[in-house]
């Protein structure tokens, strides 16, 4: 019984101090090393294609390293830019008809008025009156509080962008260094026991950690489209745009389509647009189904997790790391479970 206890120990002392390099590894060094480790993904993903064009047209490995890298970034470069142009027209077209907007936001205030009125019989006139009165302190609290926030962010918002530029050219140059070297890099971390050891790890975690990454984006990319295709069906002008921001909802935790398509709908419905409102009920049906289909199909099974394992690494993922804490929950509790393995 006391060897039994003594081995007990030993196992929880061990993933405890597991957890803890795990912990101060992904909290500090993952972001000082996070560049090079996306360069060494895309070294890995371009090397067989570069292996075959050197042998096959003898040209130096640095040349068609660089070619296709400054290929790839310059696909990437135009999907991203006619995304974006696509964005930014339709923000423009919403700012251009910001009267509108505003006219039949008023005249939907009129009907719930009228609505709650029915309903209570309250008058529409004094609950207007009321909500009158209480509009200037409102603006005042935002004039103080919101805009100097908005102002604060956008200022952020910009130095996280020269940010992120710097982070993909160092990137991009990173890839073309390690694919020029490739094979050396490759065997002198194999040959190394920590290298060799590091590999290992990283081979486990990469095939359930890219799995993990894969599902999400697959998951991610399915709603974006059914939440793009049925708000186009549906006469939306800002079908891309709104169906992004949705998708984008359903991929973060707690969230999902639901908190925008239901009060969308009851919107639409107390409007009388029951076509409308019948149609966004069927897309977030839609939607909540194809997740419900395909995370078990795609999450649990490949990640070799239990659902309730990823929700619960997920919760305290958020809870440890914050926002990106839905991604490196996972992440966490793939290293420590691989890293125990390998030990």
């Not at 029915?118 to 006139?125: D, H, K, L, S």
């Not at 070297?181 to 975690?205: F, I, N, Q, T, W």
């Given at each position: 019984m006391k060897k039994e206890a003594k081995e007990s120990m030993r196992s929880i002392g061990k993933v405890l101090g597991i957890t803890l390099i795990v912990y101060a590894g992904i909290r500090w060094l993952l972001p000082l090393v996070i560049p090079f480790f996306i360069a060494f993904l895309l070294a890995k993903f371009l090397n067989p294609l570069v292996?075959?064009?050197?042998?096959?047209l003898k040209l130096k490995?640095?040349?068609w390293s660089s070619l296709l890298v400054g290929m790839l970034l310059l696909l990437l470069g135009f999907a991203?830019?006619?995304f974006l142009k696509t964005l930014i027209e339709q923000m423009k077209h919403v700012m251009d008809n910001l009267d509108l907007y505003r006219q039949q936001a008023g005249e939907f205030w009129q009907e719930c008025c009228c609505q709650i009125e029915n309903m209570t019989g309250i008058e529409a006139r004094m609950i207007q009156h009321g909500v009158e009165k209480q509009l200037p302190e409102m603006m005042n609290h935002a004039k103080q509080n919101v805009i100097p926030a908005v102002m604060n962010g956008t200022i952020l918002y910009a130095k996280?962008?020269?940010v992120f530029l710097g982070v993909c050219f160092v990137v991009v140059i990173s890839?073309?260094?390690i694919l020029k070297d490739y094979k050396k890099m490759r065997a002198a971390l194999e040959h190394h026991p920590v290298g060799s050891m590091a590999l290992k790890v990283c081979r486990r975690a990469y095939e359930a950690g890219g799995a993990y990454i894969k599902s999400q984006i697959i998951i991610m990319i399915i709603i974006t489209a059914i939440c793009v295709l049925g708000l186009y069906f549906s006469g939306n002008e800002y079908a891309l745009l709104a169906g992004c921001g949705i998708g984008i909802c359903d991929a973060m935790p707690f969230l999902g389509t639901g908190t925008i398509f239901v009060p969308w709908a009851v919107i639409e419905l107390i409007q009388g647009k029951y076509m409308l409102a019948a149609i966004y009920t069927v897309i977030y049906t839609v939607c909540s189904l194809m997740r419900e289909i395909l995370e078990p199909k795609l999450l649990g099974n490949k990640l070799g997790m239990h659902p309730l394992a990823v929700i619960v690494s997920m919760?305290?993922?958020l809870e440890i790391y914050?926002?990106?804490g839905f991604a490196l929950g996972p992440l966490s509790y793939i290293l420590i479970k691989?890293?125990?393995?390998v030990a």
């Amino acid at each position: 019984m006391k060897k039994e206890a003594k081995e007990s120990m030993r196992s929880i002392g061990k993933v405890l101090g597991i957890t803890l390099i795990v912990y101060a590894g992904i909290r500090w060094l993952l972001p000082l090393v996070i560049p090079f480790f996306i360069a060494f993904l895309l070294a890995k993903f371009l090397n067989p294609l570069v292996e075959k064009l050197e042998n096959k047209l003898k040209l130096k490995r640095s040349i068609w390293s660089s070619l296709l890298v400054g290929m790839l970034l310059l696909l990437l470069g135009f999907a991203v830019f006619f995304f974006l142009k696509t964005l930014i027209e339709q923000m423009k077209h919403v700012m251009d008809n910001l009267d509108l907007y505003r006219q039949q936001a008023g005249e939907f205030w009129q009907e719930c008025c009228c609505q709650i009125e029915n309903m209570t019989g309250i008058e529409a006139r004094m609950i207007q009156h009321g909500v009158e009165k209480q509009l200037p302190e409102m603006m005042n609290h935002a004039k103080q509080n919101v805009i100097p926030a908005v102002m604060n962010g956008t200022i952020l918002y910009a130095k996280n962008i020269f940010v992120f530029l710097g982070v993909c050219f160092v990137v991009v140059i990173s890839t073309i260094l390690i694919l020029k070297d490739y094979k050396k890099m490759r065997a002198a971390l194999e040959h190394h026991p920590v290298g060799s050891m590091a590999l290992k790890v990283c081979r486990r975690a990469y095939e359930a950690g890219g799995a993990y990454i894969k599902s999400q984006i697959i998951i991610m990319i399915i709603i974006t489209a059914i939440c793009v295709l049925g708000l186009y069906f549906s006469g939306n002008e800002y079908a891309l745009l709104a169906g992004c921001g949705i998708g984008i909802c359903d991929a973060m935790p707690f969230l999902g389509t639901g908190t925008i398509f239901v009060p969308w709908a009851v919107i639409e419905l107390i409007q009388g647009k029951y076509m409308l409102a019948a149609i966004y009920t069927v897309i977030y049906t839609v939607c909540s189904l194809m997740r419900e289909i395909l995370e078990p199909k795609l999450l649990g099974n490949k990640l070799g997790m239990h659902p309730l394992a990823v929700i619960v690494s997920m919760y305290v993922g958020l809870e440890i790391y914050g926002l990106w804490g839905f991604a490196l929950g996972p992440l966490s509790y793939i290293l420590i479970k691989e890293i125990y393995l390998v030990a």
